[in-house]
């Protein structure tokens, strides 16, 4: 095939294939190097009861503070981090200064709700992430109340003989857990009652198009209606405008996490928020 398509072309292939496997190695030790110097930051972004505009809740997004780049989404190192074991020492990372921050804001006498923490598919997989939330929670002082793991649904899928009884271990400490992205994935219906799941997070891309899309505002009215049969809780995900909050609150779910009510930010704006947000007037 490389002959049928010219010498030419075969060379910008062989260039930007490896191009691209050396600027993953460079993304690869540099992370390495920022878990150790502390270059990973832990944005928060609110989450809202729409009826009445409080915040319930946070979830942490990672965020990394290049000493060159600049601000790093997550975007732009998740992915590699996920193709090495990086992604486990990430997230622990990730899930401590979350659940320190918690410890600190509840100290200071606000109420942030819980924190919610993504997980990758290796942790869930990893033999001791029990452990490794136990110690997190142990260094930190967070109580496992005050804190919500997120799932995908492929990850849990992918073998759940050994995911289902880990996140039951997480269920019985008192750990929510919630599947992220709902509605994206394998969706096989009957093995949400199966799991120890609380909470169903509806995906961005049917908020985003629900106002002119009847089909995605149907998907979102049968996500809901599935959540009040099994008895699970809801919230809508990128919500950015008042018709979307409108359409949602007229279907039934009044809880979300979008740029409509604050996008991800550093912990002491979040602080800020709650301070406005609950002596009343918000
Ligand atoms: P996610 O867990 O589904 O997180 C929600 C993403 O949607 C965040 O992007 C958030 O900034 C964005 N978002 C929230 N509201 C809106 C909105 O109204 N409009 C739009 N356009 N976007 C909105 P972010 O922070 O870039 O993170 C992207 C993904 O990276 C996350 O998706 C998650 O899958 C992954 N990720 C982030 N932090 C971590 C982490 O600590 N560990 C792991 N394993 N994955 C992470
Ligand atoms: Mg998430
Ligand atoms: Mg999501
Ligand atoms: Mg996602």
Redesign the pocket.
């Known amino acids: 095939l490389a002959k049928k398509m010219g010498g030419g072309q075969y060379q910008h292939f062989h260039t930007s294939l490896s191009d691209q496997a050396l600027q993953r190695m460079e993304v690869e030790a540099g992370l390495k190097q920022a878990l150790q110097k502390g270059e990973l930051r832990?944005?928060f972004?609110p989450q809202v009861d729409m009826r009445n505009g409080r915040i319930t809740g946070t979830?942490?997004?990672?965020?990394w503070q290049h000493p060159e780049k600049g601000l790093l989404?997550?975007?732009a190192f998740?992915p590699i981090?996920?193709e090495t074991r990086l992604?486990i020492d990430?997230?622990n990372e990730?899930?401590r200064q979350a659940c320190q921050q918690q410890v600190e804001w509840y100290r200071a006498g606000f109420n942030p709700g819980r924190v919610s923490?993504?997980?990758?598919g290796a942790?869930i997989h990893e033999a001791d992430l029990v452990e490794s939330v136990q110690n997190v929670l142990h260094q930190t002082g967070c109580k496992p109340q005050w804190l919500e793991l997120?799932v995908?649904e492929g990850f849990i899928m992918q073998d759940t003989a050994r995911t289902v009884p880990t996140l039951k271990q997480l269920k019985e400490m008192g750990i929510l857990l919630s599947i992220?992205?709902f509605g994206t994935g394998y969706s096989s219906l009957t093995y949400l009652k199966r799991l120890p799941v609380c909470r169903l997070?509806i995906?961005?891309s049917f908020?985003?198009n629900s106002a002119m899309d009847p089909n995605d505002l149907a998907i979102i009215e049968a996500i809901i209606a599935l959540a009040n049969k099994l008895d699970l809780e809801l919230i809508a995900?990128?919500?950015?405008t008042e018709e979307q909050k409108k359409l949602l609150l007229q279907a039934g779910c009044p809880h979300a996490?979008?740029?409509?009510y604050g996008?991800?930010m550093p912990a002491l704006e979040l602080m800020e928020m709650l301070r406005e947000n609950q002596t009343g007037t918000a």
Do not use: F, H, S, W
Request: hydrophobic share 40%.
């Open positions: 832990v944005y972004q979830e942490a997004l990672v965020r989404m997550p975007g998740i981090a996920e992604i990430l997230g990730v899930m923490v993504n997980l990758a942790q997120e995908t992220d992205d997070k995906d961005q908020v985003r995900e990128g919500v950015e996490q979008g740029y409509l996008k991800p």
